[in-house]
């Protein structure tokens, strides 16, 4: 079993930065990747960021390259999701997500809300 708990959001207005993160507990954290999603009012759940076991590897979608940041803490089964430079149109609950193979762990996720 896997429990990931996110934290870190809150109102930010536009152009400011937070950061989040989320811890893990009941699995080997260091040995999955992990990933960030998004979902705004209204629409699908999406994909925002991932990095590798090692932290060597990352991943962003289009629309936040550049302005966020994710890293991880193995140490601490944390990982991290630095947002710079926000915007309206990055108001979502933002989750975090580990897949082992056949499962797949969300957390409860933490609201993001940028005012413009």
């Known amino acids: 079993q896997v429990q990931l708990v996110e934290s870190g959001g809150g109102l930010v207005q536009a152009g400011g930065s937070l950061r989040l993160s989320c811890a893990a507990s009941?699995?080997?954290?260091?040995?999955?990747?992990m990933h960030w999603f998004r979902q705004a009012p209204g629409k699908e759940r999406e994909f925002v960021a991932s990095i590798s076991r090692s932290g060597g590897e990352s991943y962003y979608a289009d629309s936040v390259k550049g302005r966020f940041t994710i890293s991880r803490d193995n140490a601490k089964n944390t990982v991290y999701l630095q947002m710079n430079s926000l915007k309206p149109e990055d108001t979502a609950v933002y989750y975090c997500?580990?897949?082992?193979?056949?499962?797949?762990?969300w957390g409860q996720g933490t609201q993001v809300t940028v005012s413009s």
């Open positions: 997500k580990l897949i082992t193979p056949g499962s797949g762990y």
């Open positions: 009941g699995r080997t954290f260091s040995t999955y990747t």
